[in-house]
C-alpha cells in the first residue's frame, strides 16, 4: 500500500459524527411544541363548531316550534262556514277515550283555554310523570282550515258538518259513510274535521328519564286522544293573553295566570314564550345565566345553551265586538 492510500484510510471521516443531546432535546422540544399548538387549534375549532351548530340547532328548533304554535293560535276558533260557535251542536253523545277534560274537545264556544304552570287541569290526558312542572299548557279548539271530501271519512274520528250559522258535529261510523242525521236546514253547507289539541311541555322525548324536554300535544284520533311529540329541546312553555274586557276591540288586560275557556271570547291576543335548550352540553362553558319567561325565572348551572323565543299573536277568528252606539 502506497504512502498516499494510507493517508487516505487513516483520515477521519466527519459523515460518521451523529446527533448530539442537545440536538436531540432540542428537536423534541420543538416537535411538542408543534403537536401542542396543533392541538389547541382543533380544540378551539371544536369548540367553536360545538357551539356554532348547537346555537344553529336552537334556531332551527326555535322558529319551527313558534311558526307551529303562531298557526295554532291563528286558527283558534275557526269552524269552517259557520260564524255562530254557540249553533254547533252534536249529533249524538261524543265521548273520546282519554279527553283532557270534560268537553274538552267539543266546547265550540271554548276554543282556547290555558292552565298556568300546573297540569291538575288536565291530568286525564296529562300524567304528573309526562308533565314538565312549572310550565303552562294551552288548548286550541278549531275545524281543519280545508274541507273534507266525504269520500276520505275515516272511521271513528270527528267531523263537523256545517252551514253559515247552523252545524252539527258526528263520530264516522265504521263504514266511513256520511250520516244522513246530520243534514242542515241551510245551504251552502261544507264537512271539516275538528280539531281539539292541548300543547305542552313533556320530561322526555320517547323514553322517561332520557332527559330530552319535548314539545307535545295531546289530540283526537280515532274515537281517543293520544300524545304526539312535536319537537325535541323546548324545556318551557308561557303564555299570556291580552284581554279585551269592555268590547271596544283593544286590549285591555293581559293575564298570565292562565285562562278559563268561558273568557276565550275576550281573548285578542296571545304572546307565546319558549325557552329552547341546545342538544349538546359544551365542554369548558357553563351557563350561569337567568331566564326570565313568563311568569317564570329559570336558572341551570349546566353546559348547555339556551335561548328564549317570543311572538305575540293576533287571534284571526276572534268575533268582532259591537259596535257601540
Known amino acids: 500500500m502506497t504512502t498516499r492510500h494510507r493517508k487516505l484510510q487513516d483520515?477521519?471521516?466527519?459523515?460518521?459524527?451523529?446527533?448530539?443531546?442537545?440536538?436531540?432535546?432540542?428537536?423534541?422540544?420543538?416537535?411538542?411544541?408543534?403537536?401542542l399548538a396543533a392541538t389547541l387549534i382543533y380544540l378551539d375549532n371544536k369548540q367553536t363548531w360545538s357551539m356554532q351548530d348547537n346555537m344553529s340547532r336552537i334556531q332551527e328548533t326555535g322558529r319551527f316550534a313558534m311558526r307551529l304554535l303562531r298557526e295554532e293560535i291563528r286558527l283558534a276558533g275557526y269552524w269552517g262556514l259557520n260564524i255562530a260557535p254557540v249553533s254547533i251542536t252534536n249529533a249524538e253523545p261524543i265521548v273520546l277515550t282519554g279527553e283532557c277534560y270534560r268537553g274538552w274537545a267539543t266546547s265550540y264556544t271554548q276554543f282556547?283555554?290555558?292552565?298556568?304552570n300546573s297540569n291538575v287541569d288536565y291530568r286525564s290526558c296529562i300524567p304528573d310523570s309526562d308533565y314538565m312542572p312549572d310550565t303552562d299548557i294551552l288548548t286550541v279548539l278549531r275545524s281543519s282550515s280545508r274541507t273534507v271530501d266525504v269520500g276520505s271519512i275515516k272511521a271513528g274520528h270527528l267531523y263537523l258538518y256545517t252551514s253559515l250559522t247552523d252545524g252539527t258535529v258526528f263520530i264516522a261510523d265504521a263504514d266511513r259513510k256520511f250520516d244522513a242525521g246530520t243534514e242542515l236546514n241551510e245551504f251552502p253547507a261544507a264537512l271539516y274535521a275538528v280539531r281539539a289539541r292541548a300543547y305542552y311541555i313533556r320530561s322526555f322525548s320517547s323514553t322517561t328519564g332520557?332527559?330530552?324536554?319535548?314539545l307535545v300535544r295531546e289530540t283526537i284520533g280515532a274515537g281517543s286522544v293520544s300524545a304526539e311529540p312535536i319537537t325535541e329541546l323546548v324545556e318551557d312553555l308561557q303564555l299570556t293573553f291580552g284581554l279585551d274586557s269592555d268590547g271596544d276591540g283593544s286590549v285591555d288586560v293581559y293575564e298570565d295566570g292562565g285562562i278559563p275557556g268561558d273568557d276565550a271570547k275576550d281573548v285578542t291576543t296571545v304572546v307565546v314564550e319558549i325557552l329552547v335548550r341546545a342538544p349538546e352540553s359544551e365542554a369548558g362553558y357553563t351557563n350561569t345565566r337567568?331566564?326570565?319567561?313568563?311568569?317564570?325565572?329559570?336558572?341551570?348551572?349546566?353546559?348547555?345553551?339556551?335561548?328564549?323565543?317570543?311572538?305575540?299573536v293576533f287571534l284571526r277568528n276572534?268575533?268582532?265586538?259591537?259596535?257601540q252606539s
Not at 331566564?291 to 317570543?310: E, H, L, T
Open 290 to 312: 337567568e331566564y326570565r319567561i313568563g311568569d317564570i325565572v329559570r336558572s341551570f348551572n349546566d353546559g348547555y345553551r339556551r335561548q328564549i323565543f317570543k311572538d305575540t
Open 112 to 116: 282556547l283555554r290555558s292552565a298556568n
Open 318 to 323: 276572534r268575533r268582532e265586538p259591537d259596535k
Open 210 to 214: 332520557d332527559g330530552i324536554p319535548t
Open 11 to 35: 483520515a477521519p471521516y466527519s459523515g460518521d459524527r451523529g446527533v448530539g443531546l442537545v440536538e436531540l432535546m432540542v428537536a423534541l422540544a420543538l416537535g411538542l411544541a408543534l403537536s
